[in-house]
């Protein structure tokens, strides 16, 4: 009796662990449009190193969205953004950023629309489709990004379960 219940508690929290670190997937309908998009995202994950005032309370949370299974679209959303480094276009940001996966490196083109909260990957279909891939391929991804007055800091992003969501939601976009 006490093994059993023993098995239960222990099961019961290896799925419970597991189901909190997995992504997300959310619906979002357009009534007006009658249209509906899919978000798949992360856990929101603070960077590897504290930051400095005003900036201590930064996170991030990695999402890719689609829209009726038409073309999907990969970006980072930070609850605080102090990004440096990146070249001014006409109205937005571009950066480089390295992103780490298992033992290999990657970059990756994004940008950042003037006084934007999201960093996106659509710089072209080959950025956004690295970072989808690596998302299917590894548990985890580390994307490096410069913040001003703090240097380096990258984010680890649980990316467990991404295939499966995307695969079901996003199928024909990918």
């Known amino acids: 009796m006490m093994k059993k219940l023993l098995g239960i508690v222990v099961l ?14 959310s619906i ?4 007006f449009k ?15 190193k504290p930051m400095s005032f005003p900036y201590e309370d930064t996170e991030s949370t990695l ?15 930070f609850n605080k953004v102090n990004l440096t480094d990146g070249n001014i276009g006409d109205g937005y940001y571009s950066y480089t950023l390295e992103i780490k996966a298992g033992e290999s490196f990657h970059k990756v083109m994004a940008t950042q629309d003037f006084g934007n909260t999201f960093i996106n ?8 489709e690295t970072v989808t891939k690596l998302m299917g391929l590894y548990d985890e991804i580390w994307i490096q990004f ?10 680890k992003y649980d ?16």
């Open 12 to 25: 019961s929290f290896l799925l419970t662990d597991s189901a909190i670190s997995q992504m997300k997937h």
């Open 28 to 31: 979002s309908k357009d009534e």
């Open 34 to 48: 009658g249209t509906t998009s899919h978000y798949i995202m992360t856990e929101s994950v603070k960077p590897n």
């Open 63 to 77: 999402v890719v969205g689609c829209k009726e299974k038409d073309y999907y679209w990969v970006y980072v959303y």
């Open 121 to 128: 990957f659509n710089m072209t279909s080959s950025d956004r």
């Open 146 to 155: 410069n913040h001003y007055q703090d240097g380096n800091r990258f984010y």
């Open 159 to 174: 990316t467990r379960g991404f295939l499966n969501l995307f695969d079901t939601n996003c199928k024909i976009a990918y």
